[in-house]
T-cell receptor, first 114, second 112 residues
Framework: GAVVSQHPSWVICKSGTSVKIECRSL??????MFWYRQFPKQSLMLMAT?????????EQGVEKDKFLINHASLTLSTLTVTSAHPEDSSFYIC??????????FGSGTRLTVV | DAKTTQPPSMDCAEGRAANLPCNHS???????VYWYRQIHSQGPQYIIH???NNETNEMASLIITEDRKSSTLILPHATLRDTAVYYC?????????????FGTGTSLTVIP
């Protein structure tokens, strides 16, 4: 089956610094990847959709200059949280879509900004 | 994509069947019903999906009403490891279109 690896699984960073989260499809090529954010006791909120080789499409209310998404290859997408603040602390989850496997989700990254 | 309505929480005794309902009265003819679950602090996991007919796999069964306006996910013998939030999602086939939105889901607690 399809596997999506997300790294790191957790990270603590200081306020004002940037953090990069990687999402890799291990055994399939993903033309489209998705990034979600989840606050405690809430559902997953779609942040952006990225297609390989093109700019990401952000959901309404998501700052594209703060959440930089790069999808440079068919197996890797990265989310960079720039100038992180405590309110950015959240659980970030990526998903990769393929023709054969549909949507496969990563295991998530717990970001804590102190 | 059609909107879904699920109860916010349910309890189920270990070993018994867990029946999780989902209403999707605005579903269109080409939209599928997908079920995912999320165990605490993990990514969502695919369970099952269907269009019209009832479906069964090693994890669960999916019962879709004849008018397709509602469905029920059945975990035949719930275990403690089935404690999770279960999401019912209605959308066009996964290999079409973009975006995959989650609703509020049902938090299932399996009780020993």
């Amino acid at each position: 089956g399809a596997v999506v690896s997300q790294h790191p699984s957790w990270v603590i960073c200081k306020s004002g610094t940037s953090v990069k989260i990687e999402c890799r499809s291990l055994d399939f090529q993903a033309t489209t990847m998705f990034w979600y954010r989840q606050f405690p006791k809430q559902s997953l909120m779609l942040m952006a959709t990225s297609n390989e080789g093109s700019k990401a499409t952000y959901e309404q209310g998501v700052e594209k200059d703060k959440f930089l998404i790069n999808h440079a290859s068919l197996t890797l997408s990265t989310l960079t949280v720039t100038s992180a603040h405590p309110e950015d602390s959240s659980f970030y989850i990526c998903s990769a879509r393929s023709q054969n496997y549909g949507y496969t989700f990563g295991s998530g990254t717990r970001l804590t900004v102190v | 994509d059609a909107k879904t309505t699920q109860p916010p929480s349910m309890d189920c005794a270990e070993g018994r069947a867990a029946n999780l309902p989902c209403n999707h009265s605005t579903i269109s003819g080409n939209e599928y019903v997908y079920w995912y679950r999320q165990i605490h602090s993990q990514g969502p996991q695919y369970i099952i999906h269907g269009l019209k007919n009832n479906e069964t796999n090693e994890m669960a069964s999916l019962i879709i009403t004849e008018d397709r306006k509602s469905s029920t996910l059945i975990l035949p013998h719930a275990t403690l490891r089935d404690t999770a939030v279960y999401y019912c999602i209605v959308r066009f086939p996964l290999n079409t279109g973009n975006q995959f939105y989650f609703g509020t889901g049902t938090s299932l607690t399996v009780i020993p």
